[in-house]
């Protein structure tokens, strides 16, 4: 057991004097490492150049002519004209910096802290070297300013990277900040991680889709996602053919493009036909399956009639020519070798290392036809790797830098095409003027792609979503934030998918993602987070040793055509084929290799991954697989054989034997036990107290309960510009918690108060999950919360500012406004309100005064609830040179809890605040204690959430003896019973054991009749609160179309009764209710209705001055206001003699009982209808169809 | 009730414990609720803040200020309630003013406690930028003021370096607070700031002689339930006893615990002009 202590002198030193040096839980940087480190490989480190110039060095370049290259002249290279290529030499991000035209500052530094409060991007500037050369002529090179791009706080290219804690109080931050995010406009937001196929892995997939593809296509096909030292990815997928062939597909610029396998195994190497059967046979002659296969393959391709390589290649150059935009001069031949240098197989340069991993290829999809293997689960961890933020963030400005290149490509060449007369390669001036025309913004780009989630791209970056890729990272508390950065995301586009396999829980899983940690609802088994001591790679190890080491050690070399492949197994290394070795051998080869590394011996890397999968039948396809690359998941426990600290990886788990605890170690099976029991569990599942004890959904609904309750959301709330802020006023450390509660430092973020509940069925105010709260508890404090919203003001969206440069609406108050006015006490001369102010709706809460009209104008705050001003910034432009405009006006809103406010405990036991109970009323016990909360009994026999009875325990005997109480699960067992620990400990407090305490009435003053459970318990309040919910309405705005009420609690609408409801009043047969919900209380109206024709829309109106003085209309008197049916009036008159025929398309009867009014004199009759029904008849009439009611 | 009797086993200066015998459970109950409850005391209930530059906001600093006890020595009949007074707002009968004023001039974090809260007295003319602070009572003739204790509406213990002070909050160099409070007189059952206890324990029958509850147990009652102290006051049951279904509790056995805002002794013997 750990000192029981709250360490609450070392947390006030901490936060007295925060260290000076680093920082007080260092663990905090750890979680976010993968984001950071990510980021920071972009940049140039030592001898790595860093992604972003391996990017731009993949980029290539552009080319193109001032000719217009002829086809009828004989030889080709003189009819393009001078050649200019172009390309970028070299890329550079500087930190966030002053922008050059302030002059005036002396730290030119921009800190995070400033683009926060500012709602700013926190940015640095991308220039960009770019080059060109005509013909063979000098190369000239010029600067090109690519924008600012957001740089990730505390990055290396951050202003606070390394900066210890006491610092970074000073830039306004949390002591503990350890970045990872963005800050763009002012929003905190991140790169979440996805997940994506693991790199460098050939799966053996099984799709029924698949066959849709093509004729003669079938379900089978292997797939393997190559990633490019700059980490841009291709998938390479190859098809089984039912005609016994195999056909590669890739995709270029969202195209998707399929190439038979014997095209590209010729053109690699020239391979003769023997090379290739016997590469893929390997001596199995007797597999007659593969046989007949290899035989097939290499038949249909005779239809080719292509022979050599270069044959090949040529024959690829010529048939992908036009969609690759390459140079015009590049013969077939380059067009084909660069084809297969960009797209196939991309993380191998060698051709001949592509030519036998596409033969291993081959081996494994006849095997995964002929059954000898089963299909990989895609689904699973062992075949996914993550896509790292940094990396993708790369990714996307390479593409960017690509396509600003290209654009200028095409301008010129558009230019030439033109015959466009300034058009001259030797002139710089005219490649100056191209390259202002073509926007190399790609810092715009970058923050768009931040702020909204959205990859805007041609090639798609070989993913599958093209939105969602960003989140923001809401501090609404501690929890909730920090799981923001450990979340992964299986992509948006398994959301859609119907099928519920993608979101199973897998076995494989097991250490690496939480079991527990994922919402309930539509992102169930989508949204996952990482468990607490998972790594992820963020490098490429040193590896280049490995090969030679293996082959000292038995491997054998790679001429796959000596060996036989019935009992060889292939030995990859980040998807190369390194060489070959029988299984017993390759299983030793894994052995030395996992002790190696373990001990550091021969230089190898402990985050290899050594996936040795045995032969079986009809599993998995074996071999040594080996994975040094970066963005794998990995996880730490120890290695039994000798002792040491192990790193594992997904794939290599499912091979492994490891061990939960020391004690289940089986000497003859183990190979691993975890270094600690609770590392599967993510962070927030380990901190809930005691979970073992608890239902399994019920701490899956804690998860989320601890993201949603209040509680102290950040130390620099001062310095937060949030939208909406929840700040709970009292937090106390809580009396149970797990260790990892003080590792993670949560006591700097406390989300709850330590509270005495009482478990018993008092009053009835309990009943259904409702909690009573203690009057006195509630007025001396408890869960008293508020809330901070932003305001902001800025004067150039507001009515009435000009377009211009220059401001026309200031800050300020004038002479207009009298001395003695109200709003005098509330708003300076300077326009802007007085700090702790308190506002209602309506109220005045800034003025500005107009130039064109010269007077003040109240900025009013619109919102239905009382705040007061908390703070108020004046908000200036990057160089601080301009004019007030903007100000942010931080308001509080007091949110005392009150009835309807909801309330949880730590074990996914969620409530409402029924009542308010006064103290005196309240059962108490022997020595005088009252609980401030009483649950229902109930809550419990359904739920089972024991870990809250034990939590009450714990707490109670905690509180009494001034412990923290370790509330760790798996810490107790059978023998050694956690009611035991803390019975003894309630018993040497002079309670009874069980923690049950003899309770009085509060009213009556009687002992009950029955002994109660009382303790100290957790409670979180969460931010679910009426106040924000309710929804009243009696009379209010109406649609304007169908004046029935609109919907909205924000509008004032009211809640639809509906149909269903409308069956339930029916069914009771409460008419008078349910004329008064339909009728009176929604759109009753009254309409004119002719007794004759029966119609709604023909009334019309005499003059009755007019009419009944001149009395030139004999028939048809109007009634009593002159009104009268226009179309039998017109009917009468026009044919007298007919009467008139009823041509009414529908027919309705209105009893008698509507007919409101029947004026004697007359046709018309008043009735009540719903306003609907009016709108409906002049609509139906519109469409030619008339509808007549008879009045009774 | 034949004969109440109380037998005082321990006072303190705030605690007392005391037995109550001879009355019916209702009354032994009543007079606990009523010392919880019903007892009148003197607690800060409006705050103007003038300044406030510290990290607390305006509202949490009021709801600590008025949590902070006030000597309120026979409050019940030193003070009006508002309510009850004819003055306008806050005159001398029914209420305190007292003011705080506090600014940090050096380094370092100092604290602002109950000890800063200065009471201002009726006769000092003292003025607050929004005004006096008294309002004028409607009319003269009242004997509240001389039956007030000493130190009447003092923080509790602001002289007594023994007591250490009530923390309201912390400022640094720069920061201050200023602020008038109004105390006034009310009773518990409005806001749990007017209560004179911070608990109450009653308890009656430790041996569970007359089976009003019954004790849930694994194997042994006797061995599960530890015995209250209270329990050496009464004879232990025999297990040859009958039991006696006519009983009706004696004993009860009271501790009460005070803010400090009236003397344990007062909070009991006000009981009966309060219970009312």
């Known amino acids: 057991?750990?000192?029981?202590?709250?360490?609450?002198?070392?947390?006030?030193?901490?936060?007295?004097?925060?260290?000076?040096?680093?920082?007080?839980?260092?663990?905090?940087?750890?979680?976010?490492?993968?984001?950071?480190?990510?980021?920071?490989?972009?940049?140039?480190?030592?001898?790595?150049?860093?992604?972003?110039?391996?990017?731009?060095?993949?980029?290539?370049?552009?080319?193109?002519?001032?000719?217009?290259?002829?086809?009828?002249?004989?030889?080709?290279?003189?009819?393009?004209?001078?050649?200019?290529?172009?390309?970028?030499?070299?890329?550079?991000?500087?930190?966030?910096?002053?922008?050059?035209?302030?002059?005036?500052?002396?730290?030119?530094?921009?800190?995070?802290?400033?683009?926060?409060?500012?709602?700013?991007?926190?940015?640095?500037?991308?220039?960009?070297?770019?080059?060109?050369?005509?013909?063979?002529?000098?190369?000239?090179?010029?600067?090109?300013?690519?924008?600012?791009?957001?740089?990730?706080?505390?990055?290396?290219?951050?202003?606070?990277?390394?900066?210890?804690?006491?610092?970074?109080?000073?830039?306004?931050?949390?002591?503990?900040?350890?970045?990872?995010?963005?800050?763009?406009?002012?929003?905190?937001?991140?790169?979440?991680?996805?997940?994506?196929?693991?790199?460098?892995?050939?799966?053996?997939?099984?799709?029924?889709?698949?066959?849709?593809?093509?004729?003669?296509?079938?379900?089978?096909?292997?797939?393997?996602?190559?990633?490019?030292?700059?980490?841009?990815?291709?998938?390479?997928?190859?098809?089984?053919?039912?005609?016994?062939?195999?056909?590669?597909?890739?995709?270029?610029?969202?195209?998707?493009?399929?190439?038979?396998?014997?095209?590209?195994?010729?053109?690699?190497?020239?391979?003769?036909?023997?090379?290739?059967?016997?590469?893929i046979m390997m001596h199995d002659y007797e597999n007659t399956f593969m046989m007949d296969r290899v035989e097939l393959l290499l038949r249909s391709f005779k239809t080719y009639n292509l022979q050599t390589g270069t044959q090949c290649l040529e024959y690829l150059g010529d048939k992908f020519r036009v969609v690759l935009g390459q140079p015009e001069d590049w013969s077939n031949q380059m067009l084909g070798t660069w084809l297969i240098d960009t797209l196939i197989l991309v993380h191998l340069p060698n051709p001949r290392d592509k030519f036998q991993l596409l033969l291993f290829m081959i081996r494994k999809l006849f095997a995964l036809v002929s059954g000898d293997t089963c299909a990989d689960n895609p689904d699973s961890p062992q075949h996914q790797e993550i896509l790292l933020p940094?990396?993708?963030?790369?990714?996307?400005?390479?593409?960017?830098?690509?396509?600003?290149?290209?654009?200028?490509?095409?301008?010129?060449?558009?230019?030439?095409?033109?015959?466009?007369?300034?058009?001259?390669?030797?002139?710089?001036?005219?490649?100056?003027?191209?390259?202002?025309?073509?926007?190399?913004?790609?810092?715009?780009?970058?923050?768009?792609?931040?702020?909204?989630?959205?990859?805007?791209?041609?090639?798609?970056?070989?993913?599958?979503?093209?939105?969602?890729?960003?989140?923001?990272?809401?501090?609404?508390?501690?929890?909730?934030?920090?799981?923001?950065?450990?979340?992964?995301?299986?992509?948006?586009?398994?959301?859609?998918?119907?099928?519920?396999?993608?979101?199973?829980?897998?076995?494989?899983?097991?250490?690496?993602?939480?079991?527990?940690h994922t919402p309930d609802g539509t992102p169930c088994g989508l949204?996952?987070?990482?468990?607490?001591?998972?790594?992820?790679?963020?490098?490429?190890?040193?590896?280049?040793?490995?090969?030679?080491?293996?082959?000292?050690?038995?491997?054998?070399?790679?001429?796959?055509?000596?060996?036989?492949?019935?009992?060889?197994?292939?030995?990859?290394?980040?998807?190369?084929?390194?060489?070959?070795?029988?299984?017993?051998?390759?299983?030793?080869?894994?052995?030395?290799?996992?002790?190696?590394?373990?001990?550091?011996?021969?230089?190898?890397?402990?985050?290899?991954?050594?996936?040795?999968?045995?032969?079986?039948?009809?599993?998995?396809?074996?071999?040594?697989?080996?994975?040094?690359?970066?963005?794998?998941?990995?996880?730490?426990?120890?290695?039994?054989p000798n002792g040491r600290p192990d790193s594992i990886g997904p794939f290599e788990q499912v091979y492994m034997e490891i061990a939960c605890t020391p004690d289940e170690i089986n000497p003859d099976v183990s190979t691993h036990v975890e270094e600690n029991p609770t590392n599967f569990l993510s962070?927030?599942?380990?901190?809930?107290?005691?979970?073992?004890?608890?239902?399994?959904?019920?701490?899956?609904?804690?998860?989320?309960m601890g993201k949603q309750s209040m509680g102290v959301a950040s130390t620099a709330i001062r310095h937060r510009t949030d939208n909406k802020m929840y700040d709970l006023q009292t937090g106390q450390t809580p009396v149970v918690r797990p260790v990892l509660h003080n590792t993670y430092g949560m006591d700097s973020f406390p989300t709850g108060t330590n509270a005495v509940v009482a478990v018993i069925s008092y009053t009835g105010y309990d009943m259904e999950d409702a909690m009573i709260l203690n009057k006195s508890a509630h007025e001396r404090g408890f869960g008293y919360g508020s809330i901070y919203k932003s305001h902001i003001i800025d004067l150039k969206t507001e009515r009435g500012a000009s377009r211009g440069s220059a401001a026309n609406l200031h800050f300020g108050m004038g002479r207009d406004i009298r001395r003695d006015d109200d709003i005098r006490e509330v708003i300076h001369e300077d326009g802007l309100p007085l700090v702790g102010t308190r506002v209602a709706p309506g109220d005045c809460i800034a003025t500005y005064i107009?130039?064109?009209?010269?007077?003040?104008?109240?900025?009013?705050?619109?919102?239905?609830?009382?705040?007061?001003?908390?703070?108020?910034?004046?908000?200036?432009?990057?160089?601080?040179?301009?004019?007030?405009?903007?100000?942010?006006?931080?308001?509080?809103?007091?949110?005392?809890?009150?009835?309807?406010?909801k309330f949880s405990s730590r074990h996914g036991q969620k409530g409402v605040c029924s009542q308010k109970w006064p103290a005196v009323d309240m059962p108490f016990s022997e020595s005088g204690m009252q609980p401030d909360v009483i649950i229902n009994p109930h809550a419990f026999p359904s739920r089972m959430t024991i870990g809250m009875l034990v939590e009450s325990m714990a707490g109670k005997a905690g509180a009494m003896h001034g412990l923290a109480q370790d509330a760790t699960p798996f810490t107790f067992s059978e023998e050694d019973t956690a009611i035991d620990y803390f019975g003894k400990q309630l018993r040497a407090a002079g309670y009874n054991y069980y923690g049950n305490e003899p309770m009085y009435s509060g009213i009556t003053g009687e002992e009950f009749a029955a002994d109660i459970y009382i303790g100290v318990v957790y409670y979180q309040r969460l931010r679910h609160m009426v106040l924000d919910k309710f929804q009243v309405r009696t009379t209010g705005p109406v649609d304007p179309v169908t004046r029935q009420p609109v919907k909205g609690r924000k509008r004032a609408g009211g809640i639809r009764f509906g149909e269903m409801e409308r069956d339930a009043l029916i069914a009771h047969g409460t008419a008078f209710l349910l004329q008064d919900r339909l009728m009176n209380c929604s759109d009753y109206s009254t309409a004119w209705v002719c007794k004759t024709c029966g119609s709604m829309i023909t009334l019309g109106y005499d003059d009755l001055m007019t009419t009944t003085r001149s009395g030139s209309l004999s028939q048809g008197v109007g009634g009593p206001g002159g009104e009268y049916c226009r179309v039998c009036r017109a009917k009468a008159e026009e044919a007298k003699a007919s009467p008139a025929t009823d041509g009414s398309d529908i027919r309705l009867q209105v009893p008698s009982e509507y007919v409101l009014r029947s004026p004697k004199a007359g046709e018309m009759d008043i009735i009540a209808v719903p306003y609907v029904f009016r709108y409906l008849c002049a609509e139906l009439a519109s469409m030619g169809i008339a509808i007549s009611l008879e009045v009774a | 009730m034949s004969n109440p009797r109380v037998r005082i086993r321990n006072v303190q200066h705030d605690r007392v414990n005391f037995v109550l015998e001879g009355v019916d459970i209702g009354f032994a109950n009543s007079l606990r609720r009523v010392v919880m409850a019903d007892i009148p005391t003197v607690a800060i209930d409006i705050v103007e803040i003038e300044t406030n530059t510290t990290v607390l906001a305006d509202e949490f600093i009021a709801h600590r200020l008025g949590m902070i006890p006030l000597i309120s020595t026979n409050c019940d009949e030193g003070m009006r309630y508002t309510r009850d007074c004819t003055c306008l707002s806050n005159c001398k009968y029914c209420s305190v003013v007292l003011y705080l004023d506090v600014s940090c001039q050096e380094g370092g974090t100092m604290d602002i406690t109950s000890d800063h809260l200065q009471v201002v007295g009726y006769n000092s003319g003292y003025r607050f930028t929004s005004g006096p602070a008294y309002s004028d009572p409607a009319s003269d003739g009242g004997e509240e003021l001389s039956k007030r204790g000493d130190g009447f509406g003092n923080p509790v213990g602001k002289d007594d370096d023994s007591v250490p002070p009530v923390l309201i909050t912390k400022i640094r160099k720069g920061q201050g607070l200023k602020l008038k409070c109004v105390a006034r007189k009310g009773i518990a059952k409005e806001h749990a700031k007017w209560s004179p206890c911070s608990a109450v324990s009653f308890e009656y029958d430790p041996h569970n002689k007359l089976r009003h509850t019954s004790y849930w147990f694994e194997s042994d009652e006797r061995a599960e339930w530890p015995l209250s102290e209270n329990a050496k006051e009464e004879e232990p049951p025999r297990d040859d006893m009958p039991f006696d279904f006519n009983a009706k509790p004696e004993k009860f056995y009271f501790e009460v615990e005070t803010t400090g805002a009236l003397s344990p002794k007062e909070v009991i013997m006000k009981v009966t002009t309060n219970s009312g």
């Open chain 1, 1 to 279: 057991m750990p000192p029981s202590t709250f360490k609450t002198v070392e947390r006030e030193k901490a936060f007295k004097h925060p260290s000076k040096t680093g920082h007080s839980y260092p663990i905090l940087n750890e979680f976010v490492a993968p984001h950071l480190e990510s980021f920071n490989a972009l940049f140039p480190e030592g001898n790595d150049p860093g992604l972003l110039a391996l990017g731009i060095k993949d980029i290539g370049k552009r080319v193109v002519f001032d000719g217009k290259g002829s086809t009828e002249s004989g030889s080709r290279q003189a009819s393009w004209g001078n050649r200019l290529s172009m390309w970028i030499d070299s890329i550079s991000v500087s930190r966030p910096l002053v922008p050059e035209k302030d002059k005036a500052v002396k730290e030119r530094k921009v800190f995070p802290s400033e683009a926060r409060e500012r709602l700013s991007s926190y940015r640095g500037k991308l220039q960009i070297s770019l080059s060109w050369q005509v013909n063979d002529s000098t190369v000239r090179s010029t600067n090109k300013d690519c924008g600012s791009i957001p740089i990730m706080v505390r990055s290396k290219r951050c202003n606070i990277k390394e900066t210890p804690s006491a610092e970074l109080v000073q830039r306004h931050e949390e002591p503990e900040e350890f970045g990872g995010y963005f800050i763009v406009n002012g929003n905190e937001r991140l790169i979440r991680y996805l997940i994506v196929p693991r790199r460098h892995h050939v799966i053996a997939l099984i799709r029924p889709s698949f066959v849709n593809r093509g004729p003669a296509y079938t379900r089978f096909g292997v797939s393997i996602r190559c990633v490019r030292i700059d980490q841009t990815s291709v998938t390479n997928t190859l098809h089984y053919l039912s005609n016994g062939s195999a056909m590669m597909r890739f995709s270029w610029r969202k195209q998707e493009y399929v190439i038979p396998i014997m095209l590209i195994l010729k053109a690699l190497i020239s391979a003769s036909d023997k090379e290739i059967f016997e590469g």
């Open chain 1, 390 to 516: 940094g990396f993708l963030y790369g990714m996307i400005i390479k593409e960017k830098l690509a396509e600003a290149l290209t654009q200028v490509r095409m301008n010129i060449s558009m230019d030439v095409a033109r015959e466009v007369s300034t058009v001259d390669f030797f002139d710089e001036r005219y490649i100056s003027k191209v390259l202002s025309k073509v926007s190399f913004d790609v810092g715009a780009k970058m923050s768009n792609f931040l702020a909204t989630g959205n990859l805007v791209s041609q090639t798609g970056l070989d993913l599958q979503q093209a939105s969602g890729f960003t989140i923001v990272a809401e501090k609404l508390n501690w929890q909730r934030y920090i799981s923001h950065f450990r979340s992964v995301h299986r992509g948006a586009f398994f959301a859609e998918l119907k099928t519920t396999t993608v979101r199973k829980l897998l076995p494989e899983s097991w250490g690496f993602i939480c079991p527990v």
């Open chain 1, 527 to 640: 949204l996952n987070h990482l468990s607490r001591s998972c790594r992820i790679t963020t490098t490429t190890l040193a590896v280049d040793h490995i090969p030679a080491l293996l082959f000292s050690r038995g491997m054998t070399q790679t001429h796959a055509a000596v060996l036989d492949g019935r009992n060889n197994v292939c030995v990859q290394l980040d998807g190369r084929v390194i060489g070959w070795a029988s299984p017993p051998i390759a299983k030793r080869l894994a052995t030395d290799l996992r002790a190696w590394k373990t001990q550091g011996l021969h230089k190898v890397p402990l985050d290899l991954e050594i996936g040795y999968v045995p032969a079986s039948k009809g599993g998995q396809y074996p071999g040594l697989y080996l994975f040094s690359s970066a963005a794998r998941m990995m996880r730490p426990v120890k290695y039994l």
């Open chain 1, 683 to 704: 962070i927030l599942a380990n901190l809930t107290p005691f979970s073992d004890f608890n239902q399994s959904p019920r701490n899956i609904y804690q998860c989320q």
């Open chain 1, 850 to 901: 107009d130039d064109t009209t010269h007077r003040t104008v109240r900025h009013k705050y619109h919102s239905d609830e009382v705040a007061y001003v908390d703070t108020v910034r004046l908000l200036g432009n990057d160089t601080g040179d301009s004019e007030l405009q903007k100000v942010h006006i931080t308001l509080r809103i007091p949110r005392a809890p009150v009835i309807g406010d």
